[in-house]
C-alpha cells in the first residue's frame, strides 16, 4: 500500500486551528503519513509545523492572487486537501478543482468556528460557505451548531468531529506567584481572558463589567492576553475610565498565566471549542463564560454561563466566584472531571485519519 499524503492548508490561523493542525501534523506523521502545511510564515514561525516532521509550503498575504497557484503545486500527489477555516477552504477549493473525475483530490474542510460579519459581508460569507461546503467531500463541525449550519449551507457530508488541541506541555502551578507577582496582583484577585483583540470577542463588555468591580475591596485585575486590531480602542477605555485591566499582547506562557488566575473569563459573541474554555477546565481554573456556540456543550455543567452581551450578568458571575471560594473549589473539581470526557488529542487524530483512509479508498476504487 503506498504512503498516504496529505496537505493541510491554513488561511490566517485562528490559535485553535493552528494548534490543531500542529497536533494533526505531529500525529499523522508518527502514524507514517506524509504531511505537507500550507501556511503563512509566520504561522510556521508560532507553531514549528517543521519540527512536527512535515514539510512546510509558505503561502503569500491572504488577498495574493499568487496564493492558488502555490496552492495547487502543493498538492499535486496528494491524497486528501485539509482545508481548516473559510478562507483557507476558499482557497483550497480553488486549488483542487482543476482536476475534475477520479484525478480530483477530495477535499476536507474543518469549520472550527464561524466568520463574524454583517450587513453585506453576511451576504458574502453565506456564499462562501455555500460553494467550500459543495467543493468538499467532508466538511468536519467542531460543534453541534456548525455541522447543523454546514448542512443548511448545502454540504454533502457533515460530520462532528469535536477538536481536542494538546494540552499544556510540562508542569504548571496553580495561583503561581511569580506569575501573579508579575502581573501585579499579588494581593489582590486576577481575572484573565485569552483571545485575539477582534470584533465579536465580547471585550467591550468585558469593561463595561470591569467598571463594576471597582467598587470591590481589593478591587481585581483583569488581565487580557492577545493581539488585534481593538487593542487601540481598547487601550483608550481602559485610561479614560480608570479601569484594572491590562493588555499584556500575545503570550507564548498562557497557560501558566491561565492557572495563576482566581477566575477565566470568556466574554465572546460566538465560540466553538474556546481554547480558553478547555485550558482553564483542564487545570481546575473557575470559568465564566458566555452560553453561545459550542460553549455550553463543551462544558456542561462544569463553568457558570451568561448571556452574550450583558455586563451586568457578568459582572455578578465573577463577583459570585470571587466571594464564594466554596463555589470555585466545585467548579474547579467540575472543571477537571468534564475535561476528562473529551477526546483526547489521538483520539482526534485517529478520528481524523479515519476519514482520510476513507476517502483514499473510494477514490482509488474501480
Known amino acids: 500500500m503506498t504512503q498516504l499524503r496529505t496537505v493541510q492548508v491554513l488561511g490566517g490561523g485562528s490559535a485553535g486551528s493552528s494548534a490543531h493542525v500542529r497536533s494533526l501534523a505531529s500525529g499523522l506523521v508518527a502514524r507514517g503519513v506524509r504531511v505537507t502545511v500550507c501556511a503563512p510564515a509566520e504561522l510556521d514561525r508560532l507553531y514549528d509545523y517543521s519540527g512536527a516532521g512535515a514539510h512546510v509550503v509558505p503561502l503569500p498575504r491572504r488577498n495574493d492572487p499568487a496564493t492558488v497557484g502555490v496552492l495547487r503545486n502543493a498538492c499535486i500527489g496528494a ?9 483557507a477552504s476558499v482557497r483550497a477549493a480553488l486549488a483542487v478543482s482543476g482536476a475534475v473525475g477520479p484525478a480530483r483530490t477530495p477535499l476536507v474542510t474543518t469549520w472550527h468556528g464561524r466568520p463574524y460579519a454583517e450587513g453585506p459581508k453576511a451576504g458574502l460569507v453565506r456564499l462562501l460557505e455555500r460553494r467550500t461546503v459543495r467543493a468538499a467531500a467532508v466538511v468536519l463541525g467542531t460543534s453541534s451548531e456548525l455541522v447543523d449550519r454546514a448542512r443548511r449551507r448545502g454540504a454533502r457530508d457533515a460530520r462532528l468531529a469535536p477538536v481536542t488541541v494538546p494540552a499544556a506541555r510540562g508542569p ?17 484577585p486576577l481575572l484573565m481572558a485569552v483571545g485575539a483583540l477582534e470584533p465579536g470577542r465580547g471585550y467591550g463588555t468585558l469593561l463595561d463589567a470591569a467598571r463594576e468591580w471597582r467598587e470591590l475591596e481589593p478591587q481585581p485585575l483583569l488581565v487580557i492576553a492577545g493581539e488585534g486590531r481593538e487593542r487601540a480602542a481598547l487601550q483608550r477605555r481602559i485610561v479614560a475610565e480608570g479601569l484594572a485591566v491590562r493588555l499584556i499582547g500575545r503570550r507564548d506562557d498562557v497557560a501558566e498565566l491561565l492557572a495563576a488566575a482566581d477566575v477565566a473569563v470568556l466574554p465572546s459573541r460566538w465560540e466553538a471549542r474556546s481554547l480558553l474554555a478547555q485550558e482553564a477546565l483542564r487545570l481546575g481554573v473557575p470559568l465564566v ?13 462544569a463553568a457558570e454561563l451568561v448571556p ?19 463555589r470555585r473549589m466545585d467548579l474547579a473539581a ?32 474501480p
Open 79 to 87: 491524497d486528501v486537501v485539509h482545508a481548516h477555516g473559510l478562507h
Open 172 to 188: 504548571v502551578c496553580l495561583h503561581d506567584g511569580k506569575a501573579r507577582a508579575e502581573l501585579g496582583a499579588v494581593d489582590r
Open 289 to 301: 463564560a458566555t452560553a453561545v456556540g459550542g460553549v455550553p456543550e463543551l462544558v456542561g455543567d
Open 308 to 326: 452574550y452581551g450583558d455586563a451586568a450578568a457578568l459582572a455578578r458571575a465573577v463577583r459570585g466566584l470571587l466571594e464564594d471560594a466554596e
Open 334 to 365: 467540575a472543571g477537571r472531571v468534564q475535561a476528562g470526557t473529551w477526546p483526547s488529542e489521538d483520539d482526534t487524530i485517529a478520528h481524523v485519519l479515519s476519514v482520510y483512509d476513507e476517502l483514499a479508498a473510494a477514490r482509488q476504487a
